[in-house]
C-alpha cells in the first residue's frame, strides 16, 4: 500500500520561507515522477513543482520560479518543497503526489495514481 504523508505547513508572514516534508512508503522510490500541487479554496489544484527520481529532472510552475526548490532524499524517501518569498497568492492547501507514467503532462493531475492528505499553508501580509 503506497502512502504520503505530508508536513511541514504552517502560517507565515508574507516574504518568509517554509519547507514541506512528504514520506513516501510502500513502493521502490525510483523512476517517479513525485510532485508538489496545491489547491486554493474555489480553485482548481495546480502543478507547482515536480521531480522525476529517475534522473532528478525538476519541473516548476512559472509561478514559483525563482523562490520554490523541490528536491529529495533517496535514503529516507523523502520528498521535499522550499518555499522562499512566500506571497499571499500561495496560501493554499499542498499535497504531494506521486505516479510512474512518464508520459504526458508533468502537471496533469489526472495521472498521478498517488496522493497524501495535504498541508495547509497561510500566508498573511
Known amino acids: 500500500q503506497v502512502q504520503l504523508v505530508e508536513s511541514g505547513g504552517g502560517s507565515v508572514q508574507a516574504g518568509g520561507s517554509l519547507r514541506l516534508s512528504c514520506v513516501a512508503s510502500g513502493y521502490t522510490y525510483n523512476n517517479y515522477y513525485m510532485a508538489w500541487f496545491r489547491q486554493a479554496p474555489g480553485k482548481k489544484r495546480e502543478g507547482v513543482a515536480a521531480?522525476?527520481?529517475?534522473?532528478?529532472?525538476?519541473y516548476y510552475a512559472d509561478s514559483v520560479k525563482g523562490r520554490f526548490t523541490i528536491s529529495r532524499d533517496n535514503a529516507e524517501n523523502t520528498l521535499y518543497l522550499q518555499m522562499n518569498s512566500l506571497n499571499l497568492e500561495d496560501t493554499a492547501m499542498y499535497y504531494c503526489g506521486a505516479r510512474r507514467v512518464r508520459i504526458g503532462g508533468v502537471f496533469d493531475l489526472n495521472l498521478y495514481n498517488y496522493w497524501g492528505q495535504g498541508t495547509q499553508v497561510t500566508v498573511s501580509s
Open positions: 521531480i522525476y527520481t529517475g534522473d532528478g529532472s525538476t
